[in-house]
């Protein structure tokens, strides 16, 4: 890769990936792309170039490829899963129309595009345990459908244009740089702040819900690692089923309890939510990504806890002093 554009460089994963590809190819090299409204700031702003890119305008987009001599796209354009159920219009003008203005771009000037899919993307009829790589996708949300089609949609391109497409299914993302915004597994981001603070905890999941999860480090991880990956080994190009850990509310609350032995945790369930979290598998297979790309995570629900519990620590008494 020559130059980088990274398409939502201020949402949920942008800006921490937007970081991480400076760090690996230079500040220089790496665009951070926002839309108005939600402009670049501090050191993401400071450290490297960045640029209006707004993927529902295609001459936009097209426009800043061309300025940034652009070879690589990291499309992170979406309306989060709880979000997109208030706003259907949107979350598909957004994440459907918004993907193929990217795709056109990137047949004309010969970008490749990592576009990320979700657990989001299967449903009820989705077998959920050690859910398969090629299975049944019937979601009936418009968060999955959407996911569902930016997978065909992005092979369509890879196959009649050869456009080099490709994507991961994101499990729920736990970051303590990021705040939430609008996602189905939230709630175990959520749960840390207030065990870092001292309060109790309000569930709006289910006992006994278990759903995929990732912490951030792993899922920048994997969002490189695929896009460095050798095609000639690649059988699928999008929609990898990538795991690191499944939990239910109950346990990652236990394995809090072992740092915080007085925190408190009471549910009060969000029926959108928990409807949600229902169609979504409980353990994904990612034997695929595992062979064609090497995918392999870092942290596990242990590690990952204690690293989060001590950065939010940090974090928070900054923000207090």
Partial sequence: MKNILII????QIGSELTMALRKRYGNEHVVAGYIQGAEPKGELLESGPSAMA????GEMISEVVRKYDIDAIYNLAALLSVVAEHKPRL??????DGLWNILEVARLRHCSVFTPSSIGSFGLSTPHVRTPQDTIQRPRTIYGVSKVTTELLSDYFFHKYGVDTRSVRFPGIISYITPPGGGTTDYA???????????????PIKKGTLMDM???PDALKAAITLMEANPERLVHHNGFNVASMSFAPETIYAEIKKHIPGFEMEYDVDPLKQSIAESWPDKMDDTCARREWGWAPNFDIRSMT?????KLREKLAVKES
Avoid: L, P, Q
């Fill in 8 to 11: 939502g460089s201020t949402g």
């Fill in 54 to 57: 707004d993927v529902t305008d």
């Fill in 91 to 96: 979350a598909w003008r957004i994440g459907i």
């Fill in 189 to 203: 981001v959520d749960i840390f702040y207030s065990a870092v603070k001292g309060e109790k905890f309000i569930c």
């Fill in 214 to 216: 990732m912490y951030m």
């Fill in 306 to 310: 204690t690293d989060m519990i001590e």
